[in-house]
C-alpha cells in the first residue's frame, strides 16, 4: 500500500471556530444551541464532540462544515472564514475540502458503490487518482461491491462507501455524523477503525459527533457540549472514562 | 376518515392546485364551448324569429337540392304569382323577394370587400316595401339620413361595410356580380341598413336594390325567391297557407307558414355552427382525455409517497375500503372544485371565442352569454367523472397497502412488467385491429375512433416496459456531455419507469394528434399537387381567392379568350345534383374543347357532342353501375326537379380527384342551375406565346373581378398548400391545449419527485453540488420525459396517418409523406417545452435548505 501523506507533519489548524453562536428564534422563543464556542479542530487528528441531547454537538457540527451559518462569530476552515462565505463558495468548499459521512442515507440510490464514492470529484469534473482510490477500496474491503447499488449493500457496507467517498478526494477533514448510530456492534467497529486508520496512516482529520463513549474511545480527543458551551475536553479518551464523565452532566 | 382526506388536501396545496388544473382546463374548453354555442344559437335563433316577425306565409319553389356543405340551391318562382297571392281573401299584403347570389362591393382600391377567403357570402337583396315583410331596417349614419332604394342606379349597403370601406349616403359604389352580361356596376349609396340587431349577420355584406334593379344585376328578370305575405287580423298562419295553397295552382311551388321559415333558417344557422362546435368539442374531449393521465400519475405518486401513512392507517385498524374511499373522497373533491373552477373560465373563454369568430369576420352580436343549467351539468359531469374514473386505479393500489408496509423502510415499486407486456400488447393489438377494421373494412369511423383509443391505452400500458431501455439510450450522450448531472438526470428519469411512462403518455397523445395532422398535411398536399400536375395541362389558371368553391362571373372567361395570344379560355363550373337517387356533384364545361387544357381523356361514345340533355360519366361508375351508352338515367337538378338525362359517352377519370364523375356541357348546366358562375377557368395559349407575355392583359381582365386570382398550375399547388397550412395552424392552435396539459403534468410529475428525493437533493448539495447542478439535473430529466413522451406520439401519430392516407387511396390520398423536417422540429419543440416544464421543480430542488434536506425523514 502506498501511503505518502502518512509521514508526521507540522500541527496545523484543520477548523477552527471563533466565539461562535447560533441562535433560533427571537425574544421569548429565542433558543441558543451554540453559546460563544471558541474551539479549534487540529490536523491529523480525530476528535469526537459528544454531548447530551440538545447540547448543541450537531449544529457545532454543520455550522463548522457549512452546512449551516453561525448567527455571531466566526467559522474557519483552514484559513478560510467560511462565515463571510456565500453560498456559491460554501458549495465548492464542501466539495473540494470537506468529506460526509452521515448517519444515514449517505448514497445516492440511482448511482453505483463506484460513482457514489466518486461523486464529489465528477461533480467538480475531476478524476479521482487511480492508486488512491485502489488504496481506499482494498483498505475498506468493498472493491467487490463497486459495481452494486445502495439497495443491494447492507448497512455496513453502505457506510464503508460513505467513508471511501469522504477519503477519495483528499479532503482538509472529514466530518461524521453519527457514522455508525445504524450499524450493529461490529459493523461500527470496523468503521472505526477505519476511520483511525484513516487518521494515523493517511494522515486524515476527521472531526466526528457521536453519543457512544465506545465510538469516542477511537479519537484522539474528545469535546464535551452542553447547552451550547464547552464544558470539557479530554485527551485519549477511554469509554469508560468517558462513559464517567458523561455521568457528570445528566446527574 | 373523510376528515383526514381533506387536511391531506390542505396540506398538500400545490400538488392539489397541479391536478385541478389538468382538470380545470378540459372542463373550461367544454363548458365554455358550449356556452359559446348556445350563445350564438340563441342570437340566431332570435334574429330569425324578430327579422321574419311580420311574415306569415312563404311561397317558393318546391325544387331543391343542397349541397354538402348545406347550402340549398332552389329553383325560381315568376313574378306573376305575387298577384295571384296578394288577391288572397285573408293576405294583408304580399310582396316577393330576391336574393342576388354574390353582389361584391368594391372599394376604392378597386379589391372587393367581404372575405371571400373565409367563405363569408357577399350578398344582394331587393328592397321589401311592406315594411312588416322587410327584414332589414334603415339608420341614419353619420348624421345623414338613410331612405330605401326607389330607382335603377341605388342601392343601400350594410353598415358594416359602410364603415370599412368608408362610403358615406350620397357615394358611389361599384358592385361585382356573377353576371355574364353585367359583371359589375356603379352604383348610388341611398342609405345604410342593420339586419335585425347585426351590422353584419355571419359576416355577409348585403347590398339592397329596388326588386327589378334586383332581377337585373342577377341576370334573372320576372323571377323571384319567393314571396313573402302578412296576414290581415284574424288570421293566423296555418289557415293563412292553406288559402293561399288553394289559391295558387302553378306547378313545382309550395307554402309554408311563417314560423316554419323561421325554424328553417334557425336550423340552416345551427348547421353551419355545428360544424365548429363539433371540432371544438373533439379538442376539448383530447384536452380532458390527457388530463385524465396526469390525474392518474399524481395520485399514483402521491400513494407511492404515503404508503407508510396509509400502512399505518391499516396497522391502527382502517379498512382496504376505508382506505380506497379516503382515495376516492380527495379524487371527488379535487374533481368537484376543478370542474367549478373549470365552467367559470370557461365563461371568460366562451368570451374569448366569440373574439376569434369576430377576427374571422363573423360578428356575433352577443350582449349576455347564456348559460343553461345543462351546460353546468355536463361540464361538472364530465370533470368529477374523469377525475374519478382517473383515480380508481391508484384507489385499489391504496387499499391493497399491507400494515406492515407502515415497518418498512422505503416503497418498492411492485413489478409486474411481465403481465403488464401482455396486457399492453393485447390492448395495442385490438386497437390496431379495429383500426383497420374502420379503416379498410368500410366498418364505420366509430370503430376507427376506439381503434385509435385502444391504440393509446396499450401504448400507454406497454410504456413501463420500455420506459427504461429507451430513456437510457436517449441520455445516453448525458453523462459524456454534462457530467454528474447529466448520470443523475438520465437515472432519474428511468428509476421508476412506471412514472416516467405515464408521464409520457400524457404528452404523446397530444404530440401523435400534431404527428398526424403533420403527415396528413403533408400527404394531402403532395397528393393534390400530383394531381394538379396530372390533371392541368394548360398555362394559367383563374380562380376565386377562396379557392375552389368560390365563384366569379362567366363574362370573365369570355374576355379572357378575346385577349391577343389567348387560344382558349375553358371554364368549369360545379354543382349539386342527384343521380340514380343519391347526392353528388356535376360538372361543366365545353366538352370539345375540354382534353387541350384538362387531362381528360374520353373512352367511348362521341363526348365531344354532349347535348343539353346528355350526361357523360367516369368510366369507374359506368363500369360499377353497369350502365350502358344510351340508357336514360334519373336525376334531380334545382331548376327543373326531376328529370332523365341520356347517357352518351364516357371518360377515364382516373385518379384526378379535382373532378366529379359527371360530367354535363355548360348548356346543359346552364338551364338546371339559377346561378350560373366559374369556379375555375383555365387557360390554353398560342403556341409560342409565353406566360409573361400575356400576364399582363390577362391580369388587366381579371382586375375588373373583384376576388380572382391568375394562377400557373405552380401557383394553384401554393393556393392550396397555404389553405392546408391554414387549417393546420388552427388544429395546431387547439392541439397546443392538449400539449400544455401535458406539460404541466411533466412539471407535476417533477415536484412530486423532487419532494420525493429532499434527502437525496440535501445529500447532492452536502457534498458539493452546485445549485446549477442540481437545476441542470431537473432539466435534463425533463426533457428527457418529454422527448420520450414526443417520440412515442409521433411514431403513433405516423401509423395512424399512414393507415387514414392508405385507406383513403381510393379516394385522393396517391401520396403518403412523412415530412421529416416539421417532424424533427416537433421533437426539438418537445425538448425546449422540458426545459420550461422543468424550470420552477428545478429551481425549487435547488433552493431545497441543505441542512432541512438531509434531515427530512
Request: proline fraction near 4%.
Amino acid at each position: 500500500m502506498s501511503m505518502p501523506a502518512a509521514v508526521a507533519r507540522p500541527e496545523t489548524v484543520a477548523a477552527r471556530a471563533v466565539n461562535a453562536s447560533k441562535v433560533y428564534g427571537e425574544g421569548e422563543a429565542e433558543v441558543r444551541a451554540l453559546d460563544h464556542i471558541s474551539v479549534d479542530f487540529a490536523s491529523h487528528q480525530f476528535t469526537a464532540i459528544m454531548g447530551p441531547s440538545g447540547s448543541g454537538k450537531s449544529t457545532l457540527l454543520h455550522c463548522l462544515a457549512g452546512l449551516d451559518r453561525v448567527t455571531e462569530g466566526q467559522v474557519f476552515i483552514g484559513d478560510v472564514d467560511i462565515s463571510a462565505s456565500n453560498e456559491k463558495q460554501l458549495t465548492l468548499i464542501r466539495r473540494d475540502r470537506i468529506g460526509f459521512v452521515f448517519q444515514s442515507f449517505n448514497l445516492i440510490p440511482t448511482l453505483n458503490a463506484s460513482e457514489n464514492i466518486t461523486l464529489p470529484m465528477a461533480l467538480a469534473g475531476r478524476k479521482p487518482d487511480p492508486a488512491w482510490m485502489d488504496s481506499i477500496v482494498a483498505t475498506l474491503r468493498i472493491g467487490d461491491r463497486l459495481t452494486h447499488r445502495p439497495s443491494e449493500l447492507s448497512g455496513g457496507q453502505q457506510q464503508r462507501v460513505a467513508v471511501a467517498r469522504a477519503l477519495v478526494s483528499r479532503p482538509d477533514l472529514i466530518f461524521a455524523d453519527e457514522p455508525t448510530g445504524n450499524l450493529d456492534s461490529r459493523a461500527s467497529a470496523e468503521i472505526l477503525n477505519f476511520m483511525r486508520a484513516a487518521v494515523d496512516d493517511l494522515g486524515q482529520t476527521i472531526v466526528m459527533v457521536t453519543h457512544d463513549p465506545s465510538a469516542a474511545s477511537y479519537a484522539d480527543r474528545v469535546v464535551f457540549l452542553a447547552d451550547g458551551t464547552i464544558v470539557d475536553e479530554m485527551l485519549e479518551p477511554t469509554a469508560d472514562r468517558v462513559l464517567d464523565r458523561l455521568k457528570q452532566f445528566g446527574g | 376518515m373523510f376528515r383526514l382526506t381533506l387536511r391531506g388536501l390542505v396540506a398538500h396545496k400545490l400538488r392539489f392546485i397541479l391536478t385541478a388544473i389538468a382538470v380545470v382546463l378540459g372542463v373550461a374548453f367544454v363548458s365554455g364551448t358550449l356556452v359559446f354555442t348556445d350563445t350564438v344559437r340563441k342570437t340566431f335563433d332570435q334574429l330569425y324569429a324578430s327579422v321574419y316577425d311580420g311574415t306569415d306565409a312563404w311561397v317558393r319553389s318546391s325544387n331543391v337540392l343542397k349541397d354538402d356543405f348545406g347550402d340549398e340551391q332552389r329553383e325560381r318562382i315568376s313574378e306573376s304569382l305575387v298577384p295571384q297571392v296578394t288577391a288572397v281573401n285573408g293576405v294583408a299584403a304580399a310582396e316577393g323577394s330576391l336574393r342576388v347570389d354574390r353582389a361584391q362591393f368594391v372599394d376604392r382600391e378597386g379589391d372587393g370587400i367581404g372575405n371571400p377567403a373565409q367563405g363569408a357570402p357577399t350578398f344582394g337583396f331587393n328592397w321589401n316595401t311592406v315594411k312588416q315583410l322587410n327584414p332589414f331596417t334603415l339608420v341614419t349614419y353619420e348624421g345623414e339620413r338613410s331612405r330605401p332604394p326607389r330607382a335603377p342606379g341605388e342601392v343601400v349597403m350594410d353598415r358594416a361595410t359602410a364603415n370599412e370601406g368608408k362610403f358615406g349616403i350620397g357615394d358611389m359604389v361599384t358592385i361585382s356580380f356573377n353576371n355574364r352580361e353585367l359583371p359589375k356596376d356603379e352604383f348610388r349609396i341611398v342609405g345604410v341598413s342593420r339586419f335585425g340587431d347585426s351590422d353584419r349577420p355571419a359576416g355577409a355584406t348585403i347590398a339592397l336594390f329596388t326588386l327589378a334593379e334586383a332581377q337585373r344585376v342577377n341576370g334573372t328578370p320576372g323571377e323571384l325567391d319567393g314571396i313573402s305575405a302578412a296576414a290581415a287580423a284574424g288570421v293566423d298562419q296555418r289557415q293563412l297557407v292553406e288559402r293561399i295553397r288553394a289559391a295558387v295552382t302553378a306547378r313545382n311551388v309550395q307554402v309554408i307558414t311563417g314560423s316554419t321559415l323561421v325554424e328553417e333558417r334557425q336550423s340552416e344557422a345551427q348547421q353551419g355552427l355545428s360544424f365548429f362546435t363539433t371540432f371544438l368539442l373533439v379538442f376539448a374531449y383530447v384536452a380532458l382525455f390527457v388530463g385524465s393521465f396526469i390525474i392518474v400519475n399524481t395520485f399514483s405518486i402521491v400513494i407511492a409517497q404515503r404508503t407508510r401513512e396509509l400502512a399505518l392507517l391499516r396497522a391502527l385498524g382502517a379498512s382496504g375500503r376505508q382506505v380506497r374511499f379516503s382515495v376516492l373522497g380527495e379524487a371527488l373533491v379535487v374533481g368537484l372544485l376543478a370542474s367549478a373552477v373549470g365552467v367559470g373560465l370557461g365563461l371568460g373563454l366562451a368570451i374569448g371565442l366569440r373574439g376569434v369568430m369576430k377576427a374571422f369576420g363573423i360578428d356575433v352580436p352577443t350582449e349576455n352569454l347564456v348559460v343553461k343549467p345543462a351546460t353546468f351539468v355536463i361540464s361538472l359531469a364530465l370533470g368529477v367523472v374523469v377525475t374519478f374514473v382517473a383515480a380508481l386505479l391508484p384507489a385499489r393500489r391504496a387499499a391493497r397497502i399491507a400494515p406492515i408496509e407502515a415497518l418498512r423502510a422505503a416503497a418498492t415499486e411492485s413489478r409486474h412488467l411481465g403481465r403488464r407486456t401482455v396486457i399492453g400488447t393485447v390492448i395495442a393489438i385490438l386497437g390496431a385491429g379495429a383500426l383497420f377494421t374502420g379503416l379498410f373494412a368500410d366498418a364505420g369511423i366509430e370503430l376507427v375512433g376506439l381503434g385509435v383509443f385502444a391504440l393509446f391505452i396499450g401504448i400507454a400500458v406497454l410504456g413501463p416496459v420500455i420506459a427504461r431501455p429507451v430513456g437510457r439510450a436517449l441520455g445516453a450522450f448525458l453523462p459524456r456531455w454534462r457530467g454528474m448531472p447529466g448520470t443523475l438526470a438520465r437515472e432519474n428519469a428511468v428509476r421508476n419507469p412506471r412514472r416516467t411512462a405515464s408521464t409520457a403518455a400524457a404528452l404523446m397523445i397530444g404530440v401523435a394528434l400534431v404527428g398526424f395532422i403533420i403527415v396528413m398535411a403533408g400527404s394531402l398536399k403532395a397528393s393534390i399537387g400530383g394531381q394538379i400536375d396530372r390533371a392541368f395541362t394548360g398555362d394559367l389558371v383563374v380562380l376565386g381567392q377562396g379557392g375552389p368553391g368560390s365563384s366569379f362571373s362567366p363574362a370573365m372567361g369570355d374576355r379572357i379568350a378575346a385577349v391577343p395570344g389567348v387560344a382558349r379560355a375553358q371554364p368549369l363550373r360545379f354543382g349539386p345534383f342527384e343521380i340514380a337517387g343519391k347526392g353528388n356533384f356535376v360538372m361543366a364545361s365545353r366538352p370539345a374543347e375540354i382534353n387541350a387544357l384538362i387531362n381528360f381523356e374520353p373512352v367511348s361514345g362521341d363526348f365531344a357532342a354532349l347535348g343539353p340533355n346528355d350526361i357523360a360519366v367516369s368510366e369507374k361508375v359506368f363500369e360499377e353501375k353497369r350502365w350502358k351508352l344510351g340508357d336514360e338515367i334519373s336525376t334531380t337538378f334545382p331548376v327543373g326537379g326531376k328529370q332523365k338525362l341520356t347517357i352518351t359517352a364516357t371518360f377515364e377519370r382516373g385518379q384526378r380527384e379535382l373532378f366529379s364523375d359527371y360530367f354535363i356541357s355548360l348548356a346543359a348546366y346552364d338551364r338546371r342551375y339559377p346561378t350560373v358562375a366559374d369556379s375555375f377557368v383555365y387557360i390554353g395559349l398560342d403556341d409560342g406565346t409565353s406566360i409573361e407575355s400575356v400576364r399582363p392583359a390577362i391580369t388587366k381582365v381579371i382586375k375588373q373581378f373583384p376576388g380572382a386570382e391568375l394562377k400557373t398550375a405552380a401557383g394553384l399547388k401554393s393556393v392550396i398548400e397555404t389553405q392546408i397550412n391554414q387549417i393546420l395552424g388552427l388544429v395546431f392552435a387547439l392541439l397546443f391545449l392538449a400539449v400544455f396539459i401535458a406539460l404541466l403534468g411533466i412539471m407535476n410529475t417533477l415536484l412530486l419527485s423532487i419532494v420525493e428525493r429532499t434527502r437525496e437533493i440535501g445529500l447532492l448539495r452536502a457534498v458539493g453540488m452546485s445549485r446549477k447542478q442540481v437545476r441542470t439535473a431537473v432539466r435534463w430529466e425533463s426533457i428527457i420525459v418529454a422527448v420520450f413522451g414526443t417520440l412515442l406520439g409521433l411514431v403513433l401519430g405516423v401509423f395512424f396517418g399512414w393507415s387514414i392516407v392508405t385507406a383513403l387511396r381510393d379516394q385522393g390520398f396517391t401520396d403518403f409523406v412523412v415530412p421529416g423536417g416539421q417532424l424533427t422540429l416537433v421533437v426539438v419543440f418537445a425538448a425546449l417545452a422540458g426545459v420550461l416544464a422543468a424550470a420552477y421543480p428545478a429551481r425549487r430542488a435547488s433552493r431545497f435548505d441543505v441542512l432541512d434536506a438531509i434531515s427530512t425523514d
